[in-house]
C-alpha cells in the first residue's frame, strides 16, 4: 500500500511538471511578435471577454461576448471557430475582426495573444470590451489604457501582451451585495427588468465601439463617457 502511494505522488509530479512545461510552452507560441503597422492604421480587432458555454449565457461577465455578438449581428457576419486563436471569430474583408475567447475569463490572454499576433497587430488596435463592478450598471467608460483593475480577464491579456497600454470598453454592471459572494453576482444573470436596460445601454455601447472604429477612441470618450 504505501509503494502505491510513493508511485501515485511521483506520477502526479510529473504531471504537474508537465502541465507547466505545456502552460509555458503555449504562453511562448502566443506571445505576440513586434507587428509591423498594416495599411488600416485603425482598431481592427474587437474582443469581447466572457466564458463559454450555455451555462454562462446572459451572465453578467458575460457582457462583452453580448457586446460583439451585436456587432456581428449588424454587419452579417458568422462566427467560426479558431482553435489555433482559442475563440470564436467574425471577420468582415479583413477590415475588421471580431473575437470571443473560449480560454475561459482567467485565461482570456492566450486568445488575445494569438489574434494579435496572426494579425500583425499592435495593442493600441485592439479593443478589449469587458464587465466593471466598480462602475454602475448600464454605464459606460472607453479608456486608451489602465490597470487591470481587479478584472481577471484584463489581468491575463496584460500579462500576455507585456503591456497596459491597449484600448477597452467598460460596461458597468454595478457591485455585488454587501453581503454577497463576488463570484455568485459576476457569474449571476440579470432580472428581467436590469436585462431591458442592459439591452438598451447594449444599443449605445454598439453605437459607441462603431464611433470609436470610424471616428477615433477619443471621439468615443467624448461622446459616450457620460452615462452613470
Known sequence: MEAFQVMKARLRGRFFRFSSFVSIFDRFLSQPEKAVNP???????????????????????????????LLAIERGLK????????????????????????TFM???????????????LRADQILIVYDD??????????????????HNGIKSIIEYLGTEEFPRLRIGIGAQAEDGPLTDHVLGRFDTEEWAEMEKVLAIAVDGVNCALSAGLDTAMNQFNRRG
Do not use: C
Not at 463592478?133 to 481587479?150: E, K
Open 106 to 120: 482567467n485565461l482570456s490572454g492566450n486568445a488575445v495573444a494569438r489574434l494579435m499576433r496572426n494579425n500583425n
Open 79 to 102: 462566427w467560426a471557430k479558431e482553435h489555433k486563436f482559442r475563440a470564436r471569430v467574425a471577420v468582415q474583408d479583413k477590415a475588421l475582426v471580431l473575437a470571443k475567447p473560449l
Open 39 to 69: 495599411a488600416n492604421d485603425g482598431m481592427i480587432l474587437v474582443v469581447g471577454l466572457g466564458n463559454p458555454g450555455p451555462e454562462y449565457e446572459k451572465t453578467r461577465h458575460n457582457i462583452g461576448f453580448e457586446l460583439v455578438d
Open 133 to 150: 463592478i466598480s462602475l454602475p450598471r448600464g454605464s459606460l467608460r472607453f479608456r486608451a489604457n489602465g490597470s487591470a483593475g481587479g
